[in-house]
């Protein structure tokens, strides 16, 4: 039977092609969890050092390799993937790693992970880097799932996109997509040379300070300064940080460590908050970093905070002298590096202080970084929009273009600013409104009042860990409900992907040609 001209249009109309080349995305995504099975052997051989059974990891190694190569084998064409296929594979990577990451957490039957649920939600929490977690006696975890716990962190620290770029040739094509959704904000810095070169110099880097970290805190265990700090927790600790992931072997976080330890943390917490390609000219003499406007903005708020939080403490006399001035100074710079350690209880501390930080849960750190949150650049060039919105009420012929570090944006990255900024506030907003619904519905809890509520979507959507109240530095989320949960887990999937990858997914037009 022949088909008419007709016909055909109308075939098109109700059965539009898709614009996606799926199997060149899942053909992709197979090849980067393929090779994630490569971060098993670090737990299973801290296993096999302290005499732990290295079967769970084992096993997670040999299940993820089999299913990244299976997915790889059914399909074809990542050589052809672009920027449309690029938001798919960052979305489905993150959410496929963290299965594979909960595995060994399944096989180990650790009774405080035995759930699927909890399981998945403790790994995507460490590859997201945010720190929430549904333990409730951290310290009971045998050397290697800590250690697991933690590197989980640190592999999604920079990103497992960046690190397949760095390292697997074969990945080039798509790369600027992909590179963009790994290091967000309105613009990746231009380094003038190749994805892969990009991303593997970042990896370098990032390499290279989660080295000297560990010495760092490494000597300061072995000078005596810290009896507790011992090489596993030096290695431990610095996977968390460098990461802004937050997770701590203890129980009580940074809180038992010294104030030498916890100083040392500061310092490279505030630098896991900076620009990595900036850090990166900086290493190289390019440039005067102190010139670039978001770092000022940064450094400026982490001092205003602090001192705003020093004179709380010190008022209220909770703290004086140095331990003030250290426990305002770790909470400012852990929070809105979105790292989420604690050195103190701080849901005890007075309601503003509080607020204080829940702000800072908002705000987030630079740009470039592997901090959450709405980031610095983007308060920044709010701010600006803002007042031009004001000067061009008054001068109304006047045309006034927003400037970043001297150099005018395009209204396209202006407009793309107003748009995340508000979709940021959207999903807070029902990301909060859910939880409250759900722990009434399935738990009939109606103790979770709206701070609660507010403190949890903050710190999950922005990667920050803890919360205020029941969910603070030394809580746990393991008191809500599975649906909650399940919420929960979405918005710290949402959050280390900045919403636009998983919110274009969502829209017609990207399936259609």
């Not at 759930?115 to 009971?140: H, Q, R």
């Not at 997509?177 to 990032?206: C, F, H, N």
């Not at 005067?288 to 000022?296: M, N, T």
């Amino acid at each position: 039977m022949i088909e008419s001209p007709r016909l055909r249009r109308a075939q098109a109309r109700t059965l539009p092609s898709l614009a996606v080349d799926l199997g060149g995305a899942l053909n992709l995504v197979g090849a980067l969890v393929k090779y994630l099975s490569l971060a098993f052997l670090l737990p299973a051989g801290v296993a096999l050092g302290y005499g732990e059974s290295a079967w769970p990891f084992v096993l997670s190694a040999v299940v993820t390799v089999l299913a990244g190569w299976s997915l790889e084998r059914v399909t074809q064409g990542k050589d052809r993937i672009g920027m449309r296929e690029g938001f798919l594979v960052v979305a489905l990577t993150w959410l496929l790693a963290a299965l594979f990451v909960c595995l060994p957490y399944l096989f180990a039957d650790d009774p405080q992970l035995g759930s699927p649920l909890n399981a998945y939600f403790e790994s995507m929490s460490g590859l997201t880097t945010t720190g929430a977690s549904v333990l409730t006696d951290i310290e009971a975890l045998n050397h290697s799932l800590a250690m697991w716990r933690q590197f989980s962190q640190w592999i999604g620290g920079m990103g497992i996109i960046v690190l397949a770029l760095a390292v697997l040739p074969r990945l080039r094509v798509g790369g600027r997509q992909l590179l963009e959704s790994e290091l967000p904000g309105p613009d990746v810095e231009k380094l003038t040379v190749s994805i892969r070169t990009v991303a593997r110099r970042l990896w370098v880097l990032y390499l290279a300070l989660t080295v000297l970290m560990v010495l760092v805190l490494a000597v300061i265990g072995w000078t005596g300064l810290d009896e507790r700090m011992n090489l596993f927790e030096a290695v431990a600790h610095a996977f968390a940080t460098l990461s802004t992931g937050g997770f701590s072997t203890q129980a009580r976080s940074i809180e038992g460590f010294s104030a030498a330890t916890q100083w040392a943390i500061v310092g490279f917490m505030a630098l896991a908050g900076v620009n990595f390609a900036l850090m990166y000219r900086a290493v190289l003499r390019q440039g005067r970093p102190w010139r670039d406007e978001e770092l000022r903005l940064y450094v400026f708020l982490l001092l205003g905070a602090s001192v705003i939080l020093f004179a709380k403490l010190v008022g209220r006399e909770i703290y004086e002298g140095e331990e003030a001035v250290r426990h305002s100074v770790f909470q400012t710079v852990s929070i809105m590096t979105t790292t989420g350690y604690a050195s103190a209880d701080f849901s005890e501390w007075p309601i503003f202080a509080g607020m204080v930080l829940v702000a800072l849960m908002l705000i987030g750190g630079s740009a470039g970084s592997t901090a959450g949150a709405i980031k610095v650049v983007r308060l920044l060039v709010l701010t600006r929009i803002l007042r031009r919105e004001l000067d061009q009420t008054v001068h109304r012929e006047a045309v006034v273009p927003i400037r970043f570090n001297g150099s005018a944006l395009d209204e396209r990255t202006v407009r793309s600013v107003g748009a995340f900024v508000l979709l940021y506030l959207v999903v807070f907003a029902l990301g909060t409104l859910g939880l409250v619904i759900s722990e009434a519905i399935n738990t009939a809890r109606t103790d979770l009042d709206w701070p609660d509520a507010i403190s949890a979507t903050a710190t999950t959507l922005g990667n920050v860990g803890p919360g205020l109240g029941f969910l603070g530095p030394m809580g746990s989320f393991d008191s809500f409900s599975d649906s909650s949960k399940a919420i929960l887990i979405a918005l710290m999937w949402m959050g280390r992907l900045e919403l636009i990858p998983v919110v274009i997914l969502l829209t017609r037009n990207y399936w259609r040609a």
